[in-house]
C-alpha cells in the first residue's frame, strides 16, 4: 500500500469559499499595499469596493452553481457531494449561504459608501478599517456557510474580533472606547457562551457536524437528553447576544451611540446577518425535531425583545439609542419568523435582508447629519432637517417608515411575511404581541420624522454629503419602495434559501 | 475507590463556567471581568476533552486548539483596548464608563 493510497485528500471545492477567499486576500493586500506604497485613501477606497463587487461576482456563480445542483439526478448523487459538501462537510454550499452573501455583500458595500467620510478622517489608518471591515465581512459569511460548529464559532469570532476593533478605531473621542470595551466584554461573554452551548451538545450527540447531530438524533431516542438541551438553549442565547435580542441586549444601544458614525450601520447590520444566519442553519439543520423544545424558548425572547425595544426605544432622545433599542425590537420580529421553523426560513430570510439595508442607510443618514468619526445624535441636530437638507430629510423619512412596516415599503411585506409563518406554526399569541409591538414602534419612527419636517430648524447647517454617501442613500430608499411595491422577486429568492 | 466518570469533569466544568460567569456580574475591573472570560473558556475546554475522551473520538481535544487560538486572538484585542482605556482615564474600573447609558 502507498502513501497516496493511505492518505486520501478531502474534497476541496474552492468555488464554496470564493467569495470569503477574495475578502480574507483582499484584506491582505490592502494592508500591504498601504505599507509599501501609502496609496490615496480614495483609491483604496475605490479598491476596496472592487474587492466586495469580485466577491458579489463569485456569490453570483455560486448561486448558479446552487441552481444545477438542485436539479442534479440520481446518478450525479456523489458528484452532489462532492460539490455540496466540500471541505469534508465542514462547509456546505446551499441557497441558505449563498443568500446570507448576497446580503452581507450588499450591506458591506452600502456600509462602506455610506460610511466613506469615517475613513477619510482616519487618515493613515484607513487601511486598516477597510481591512479590519473586509475581514469582519469574511467571518460573518463563514457563519452563513458553515455546517460545523467549530466553524460557526471560528466565523464568529473573526467577524467580533475585527468589530470590536472598528468600534474603538477613533482616538479622539472617549465615548468611542467606552464603546469597545462594553462591546468586547459582553461580546467575548456571549462567545464564552455560545462555546460552551457547542461543547455541551458534542458531548450529548457525539458530533459537532450539524449534519451527523441530526442523523444521530433522528436514529436514536435519548432518554436523558438534559446535556443536549442545555447545549442547544446556551447556544440560542449566545447567538441572542449578537443579534441584540433581549433580555441579552444590554450592549447593543451603548455601542450604537458610542461608535464612530460611520462604522455603526455596518457593525449591526453585519452581527444580525451573522447571527440569524448561524441561528438558522443550527436550529433548522440540526434540531429540527427539537423544535417544541427550542421553539417556546425563542418565541418568549421574541416577545420579550419586541416588547422591550419598541417601548423603551419611545422615551430615547438620542437617535442612535433609539436605532438600537428599535433593532431590539426588529431582533424580536424576526425570531417571530424563526419559531415556524423550516417553513419560516425564506421570510426571516427576506426580514434580515430589508432590515439591514434599511439600518445601513439610517446610520448613512445620522453619520451624514452628526458627523461620520462622532459619537451620539441627539434628536435636536435632526429638527427642521428637512429645509437644511432636503434630501437627507427625505431617504430618512423612507428608511424610518420602511423600519416601522408602512405599507408600499419593503418592511410592510417582511412583517407581514413572519406575522404569517408564525400564526400558521400556532403561534397566535405571539403575532399578538408582535402587532401591538410595531404599533408601538410606529410613534418612535414618527417622531424623528416629525421632528425633521415640523420643528423650526436649528442654526446649525449640515455639510454636504459626498457622491459616495448620496449614492448608497439613494440605493437604500429606492431598494425600500421598489421591493415594497414588487416584492416577488426577492421574496421568491429568499424562499429558495432554506438550509440544505 | 470512587471511580471518576466523564460526568465528573463536565461537572467540575460546569462550576467553573458559573463562577466566570459570576465573576463578570460582580466584579468591576475590566482586567478581572477579562479574566473571568478566560475561566470560562477553560471550562469550555475541559468539558471538550472529558467529552472526547468518553465518547472516544478526537474532535473534541482537537477543538480544545481552536478554542485556545481564539481566545489567544482576543486577549491581544481586548488588552488593547483596556490600555487604551487606561491611558486616558488612569482607571480600569467599568464604573466609570458611564457616558453612555439610558
Not at chain 1, 59 to 71: G, K, N
Not at chain 1, 398 to 426: H, R
Request: neutral net charge.
Amino acid at each position: 500500500m502507498t502513501f497516496a493510497q493511505v492518505l486520501t485528500p478531502p474534497s476541496v471545492g474552492w468555488i464554496a469559499i470564493a467569495p470569503e477567499i477574495v475578502l480574507g486576500v483582499g484584506a491582505a493586500l490592502i494592508l500591504l499595499f498601504d505599507v509599501q506604497y501609502k496609496p490615496k485613501r480614495t483609491h483604496l477606497g475605490l479598491a476596496t469596493a472592487a474587492i466586495v463587487a469580485t466577491a458579489f461576482a463569485f456569490a453570483i456563480v455560486q448561486y448558479d452553481r446552487v441552481q444545477t445542483l438542485s436539479q442534479a439526478t440520481a446518478d450525479q448523487a456523489a458528484d452532489f457531494v462532492a460539490t455540496a459538501f466540500p471541505f469534508d462537510a465542514m462547509i456546505v454550499l446551499d441557497a441558505n449561504a449563498v443568500f446570507g452573501r448576497f446580503a452581507m455583500l450588499l450591506v458591506t458595500g452600502l456600509g462602506l459608501a455610506a460610511g466613506w467620510r469615517l475613513f477619510e478622517r482616519l487618515g493613515a489608518r484607513a487601511a486598516e478599517g477597510l481591512a479590519l471591515m473586509l475581514l469582519s465581512a469574511t467571518g460573518f459569511m463563514f457563519m452563513a456557510s458553515s455546517t460545523h460548529l467549530m466553524m460557526v464559532f471560528l466565523g464568529l469570532e473573526v467577524g467580533s474580533i475585527a468589530l470590536y476593533v472598528l468600534a474603538g478605531i477613533t482616538r479622539e473621542r472617549t465615548e468611542s472606547d467606552e464603546a469597545a470595551i462594553k462591546y468586547f466584554l459582553l461580546g467575548s461573554v456571549a462567545s464564552a457562551v455560545f462555546i460552551y452551548g457547542v461543547a455541551l451538545t458534542y458531548a450529548g450527540s457525539g458530533s459537532m457536524n450539524l449534519l451527523e447531530i441530526q442523523g444521530v438524533l433522528a436514529r436514536n431516542i435519548f432518554t436523558r437528553p438534559a446535556v443536549l438541551l442545555i447545549g442547544i438553549a446556551l447556544m440560542v442565547v449566545g447567538m441572542g447576544f449578537k443579534v441584540s435580542a433581549a433580555p441579552f441586549h444590554s450592549w447593543a444601544p451603548d455601542v450604537y451611540q458610542g461608535a464612530p458614525g460611520g462604522i455603526v450601520g455596518y457593525m449591526a447590520a453585519a452581527a444580525k446577518i451573522g447571527g440569524f444566519a448561524a441561528l438558522i442553519r443550527i436550529l433548522f439543520t440540526a434540531f429540527p425535531d427539537f423544535i417544541s423544545t427550542w421553539g417556546p424558548l425563542v418565541a418568549g425572547i421574541a416577545a420579550l425583545s419586541m416588547l422591550l425595544g419598541s417601548t423603551v426605544a419611545l422615551v430615547q432622545d438620542d437617535i442612535r439609542r433609539m436605532l438600537g433599542y428599535s433593532g431590539v425590537a426588529h431582533a424580536g420580529f424576526i425570531l417571530t419568523g424563526v419559531v415556524a421553523g423550516g417553513a419560516g426560513t425564506g421570510e426571516v430570510w427576506f426580514y434580515l435582508g430589508v432590515y439591514t439595508v434599511q439600518l445601513v442607510g439610517a446610520f448613512g443618514v445620522v453619520a451624514a447629519v452628526t458627523g461620520a468619526a462622532t459619537s451620539g445624535a441627539g434628536i435636536d441636530a435632526f429638527r427642521g432637517l428637512s429645509k437644511r437638507a432636503p434630501f437627507l430629510a427625505a431617504t430618512f423619512t423612507v428608511l424610518l417608515l420602511g423600519m416601522a412596516g408602512l405599507p408600499l415599503t419593503s418592511g410592510f411585506v417582511a412583517k407581514f411575511g413572519v406575522f404569517t409563518e408564525a400564526w400558521q406554526a400556532g403561534y397566535e399569541w405571539l403575532v399578538i404581541v408582535a402587532v401591538l409591538a410595531s404599533v408601538i414602534a410606529f410613534f418612535f419612527y414618527l417622531r424623528v420624522i416629525v421632528a425633521m419636517y415640523m420643528e423650526e430648524p436649528v442654526d446649525e447647517a449640515v455639510a454636504p454629503p459626498g457622491i459616495s454617501v448620496r449614492a448608497s442613500l439613494a440605493l437604500a430608499s429606492l431598494i425600500t419602495i421598489v421591493i415594497g411595491i414588487v416584492p416577488g422577486p426577492l421574496l421568491s429568492l429568499a424562499g429558495e434559501a432554506s438550509p440544505l | 475507590m470512587i471511580e471518576v466518570t466523564a460526568g465528573w469533569y463536565l461537572s467540575l466544568a460546569a462550576v467553573l463556567f458559573s463562577i466566570g460567569l459570576l465573576g463578570i456580574l460582580v466584579r468591576r475591573n475590566a482586567l478581572i471581568m477579562f479574566m473571568c472570560v478566560e475561566l470560562m473558556l477553560n471550562a469550555v475546554n475541559l468539558t471538550f476533552v472529558a467529552a472526547g475522551r468518553a465518547l472516544g473520538n478526537l474532535e473534541g481535544q482537537v477543538a480544545v486548539f481552536f478554542v485556545l487560538v481564539v481566545a489567544a486572538a482576543e486577549v491581544v484585542v481586548g488588552l488593547a483596548i483596556i490600555v487604551a482605556i487606561f491611558r486616558r482615564r488612569e482607571s480600569a474600573s467599568v464604573d466609570e464608563l458611564a457616558t453612555l447609558r439610558g
